[in-house]
């Protein structure tokens, strides 16, 4: 079975975890990706961002949400008051996964399989450990189901603050909409305002 589990260390923080990472091979993605895109921030953060996986932008740069879901995130982040000091950021799969548009010349996002997200989980179960955040914000299903389970789903479990299951220290995790399907959505604006509000949410319960 995929699992990244073999490649983590046995033992330091965060920067033995993401040098190791940078050599995980625990899942076919790291074939056609650039590197693996490790989590960002905080070491200690209050709050931890949880996405679906790195896009064309963050696998040439190394580093999660620079593209354009990214700037969305950021600007959202902003209107609800986060501070992006206290904040840790990451993604439930680690590598880029696409296929290539040959007629465009473009690289194009496909959803990583629940196969690829369970393997990877072990990276962001390390994360979670190793930063302890009071509060991780689960963007989108595919984050959601990694932290909350298989039956989630965001049309009924977003907006409230819920246990995370097996946390050991009280983290509490609460789930919204992906920044690329506000992108995408024909009624962005709504969704846009969704997002903030469920970050204000997020906020004001930490
Ligand atoms: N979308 C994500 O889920 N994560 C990123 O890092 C960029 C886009």
Redesign the pocket.
């Known amino acids: 079975a995929y699992d990244a589990t073999p490649y983590l260390p046995s033992r330091g923080g965060l920067p033995a975890h993401r040098e190791a990472a940078a050599e995980c091979r625990g899942c076919p993605l790291h074939r056609d990706a650039t590197g693996t895109?490790f989590g960002r921030g905080a070491p200690h953060a209050r709050l931890m961002l949880v996405?679906?996986?790195?896009?064309d932008q963050?696998d040439r740069e190394g580093v999660?949400?620079v593209?354009p879901?990214?700037r969305l995130l950021h600007r959202a982040l902003e209107e609800a008051g986060i501070d992006e000091e206290d904040l840790y950021v990451t993604?439930a799969v680690k590598h880029f996964k696409f296929a290539r548009d040959e007629a465009r010349g473009r690289r194009v996002h496909k959803t990583p399989t629940v196969r690829e997200a369970r393997a990877c989980r072990p990276w962001l179960m390390a994360e979670l450990r190793l930063v302890s955040p009071e509060l991780v914000v689960a963007?989108g299903a595919t984050a959601g189901r990694a932290l909350l389970g298989p039956s989630f789903r965001v049309g009924t479990d977003r907006g409230v603050p819920r246990p995370l299951p097996d946390a050991e220290d009280g983290t509490r995790v609460l789930a919204t909409v992906?920044?690329?399907a506000v992108l995408r959505a024909p009624d962005r604006q709504e969704m846009y305002a969704g997002l903030v509000a469920d970050l204000r949410t997020a906020a004001d319960s930490l």
Do not use: I, K, R, T
């Open positions: 895109v996405g679906e996986q790195p896009g963050e999660p949400f593209g879901a990214g993604n963007l992906h920044p690329s």
